[in-house]
């Protein structure tokens, strides 16, 4: 069975830094493209990020280019998202997800518990 953990959220001032992690299992993580998203209260889930299978290509939603960066360890099965000059903003549930291709990010799997992030002095 397919799980993705998410950790690493919490509360953080406005200029912070945090670093997200998804330990994934079920699947040939080697072989899927990753991919980070988040939903705001009242707000759609929108992608924030996304590399593809090997880590050589990356995708990153406008409001975030320069501030976040994606990355994974395929020896670990895990994927992260470094998160620098936070901003209210981005106070979110942040999900991670995997996708056969990065031209196609849909979320693949079920969702899981994701991580809660709020950017609040």
């Known amino acids: 069975q397919v799980r993705l953990v998410e950790s690493g959220g919490g509360l953080v001032q406005p200029g912070g830094s945090l670093r997200l992690s998804c330990l994934a299992s079920?699947?040939?993580?080697?072989?899927?493209?990753m991919s980070w998203h988040r939903q705001a209260p009242g707000k759609e889930r929108e992608l924030v990020a996304a590399?593809?299978?090997?880590?050589?290509?990356?995708k990153y939603t406008d409001s975030v280019k320069g501030r976040f960066t994606i990355s994974r360890d395929n020896a670990k099965n895990t994927v992260y998202l470094q998160m620098n000059s936070l901003k209210p903003e981005d106070t979110a549930v942040y999900y991670c997800?995997?996708?056969?291709?990065?031209?196609?990010?849909?979320?693949?799997?079920?969702w899981g518990q994701g991580t809660q992030v709020t950017v609040s002095s």
């Open positions: 590399l593809s299978s090997t880590g050589l290509t990356t």
């Open positions: 079920g699947f040939t993580f080697r072989t899927y493209a």
């Open positions: 997800n995997g996708d056969r291709t990065i031209n196609r990010l849909v979320g693949g799997f079920d």
